[in-house]
């Protein structure tokens, strides 16, 4: 039995296309932060629609803002298009998480009443010696939905990013594997107004890729984590030896949970890109925060402070 959807869905489906026009969700969150007096402020937002934020926390010093982004509805259904820009200004510093799942739930098949398509586009642009830590939970994608997640990332050659995201396709604990239905996460690094990084990956499922070895190989989790420090942060030999204490921790780790390998990492230049396959999105969390606290004092000098509502 397919899940239950939102209210929300049920009742764009059953208006007519006139009122689905207007009840889909084209929602718009614009944030700045700058650097003041050694704080970074959250200087300017705006917003369309149902996406916000709370005030900044500031859990460690002032010098680095903590925000979470609220999506009161909790998922994305057909129609619903969120846009989310984040921009620091010179020498700003802000760490991004959510206080919970993202979702995209299973899209309309009734075209006959509005596009299927749900669409969420992130875009981080870091000024000159910003720092921005981009670290969203997970997002489940249900069966049959129609979803693009989108990330771009515009760097300065003296800015500092570490940031993942986390996909789970299907619902396996409830039996409601992603048998149908479609999802496309782009990742883009520009540095300097470069591309350097490109990684885009569309799973159908009805095709065999997530059952090839050489595609998901039957996992249900899979992830990306990108992190970026500019030369002077961080000498060459240092970052032999950040990738040295990387990778040992990453075997460390996988030597608990089970003798598989479910965790790579490449450097690309100095982009750090970690990638994650497997069934359990805690686990990829507890791996990729334990690789973030190594990461940090490295890359700006300070050690890692969880945001708090991680532990609630």
């Not at 799942?101 to 586009?121: L, P, V």
């Not at 992190?227 to 030896?241: H, L």
């Not at 300070?302 to 708090?308: A, E, I, L």
Request: some cysteine; proline content about 4%; aromatic content about 8%.
């Amino acid at each position: 039995m397919e899940p239950l959807v939102n209210s929300k869905t049920s009742q764009l489906q059953a208006l007519s296309p006139q009122r689905i026009e207007k009840s889909t969700w084209k929602a718009n969150l614009s944030l700045t932060f700058s650097k003041k007096d050694g704080r970074t402020l959250l200087s300017k937002a705006s917003r369309k629609g149902p996406l916000s934020v709370q005030k900044a926390f500031y859990p460690e010093d002032k010098s680095c803002a903590h925000i979470y982004l609220l999506h009161p509805p909790a998922g994305i259904v057909s129609g619903d298009e969120l846009r989310i820009s984040i921009e620091l200004e010179t020498q700003a510093h802000t760490l991004v998480t959510t206080p919970g799942a993202n979702r995209f739930y299973r899209a309309r098949e009734d075209m006959s009443i509005g596009d299927s398509k749900q669409y969420q586009h992130t875009k981080v642009i870091l000024g000159r010696a910003s720092i921005c830590e981009n670290f969203p939970l997970e997002t489940i994608v249900y069966p049959g939905a129609d979803a693009t997640n989108h990330l771009d990332v515009s760097l300065q050659s003296s800015s500092c990013y570490i940031g993942w995201d986390i996909t789970c396709l299907g619902l396996p604990s409830s039996k409601q594997l992603f048998e149908r239905g479609q999802f496309t996460q782009l990742n883009r690094v520009l540095i300097d107004d470069k591309l350097v990084f490109h990684d885009r990956i569309h799973i159908c499922g009805s095709k065999s890729v997530m059952q090839h070895t050489a595609g998901l190989n039957c996992c249900s989790v899979f992830a990306t984590m990108i992190a970026y420090a500019a030369t002077n942060t961080i000498s060459e030999n240092e970052q032999r030896e950040l990738l040295n204490r990387l990778r040992a921790n990453i075997e460390q780790q996988e030597a608990i949970i089970d003798a598989s390998k479910k965790v790579s990492i490449t450097q690309i230049r100095q982009l750090l890109v970690v990638r994650y396959l497997g069934n359990q999105a805690e686990e990829c969390k507890a791996l990729f925060i334990s690789l973030w606290q190594l990461m940090r004092p490295y890359y700006i000098n300070k050690t890692g402070v969880m945001p708090r509502i991680w532990h609630t």
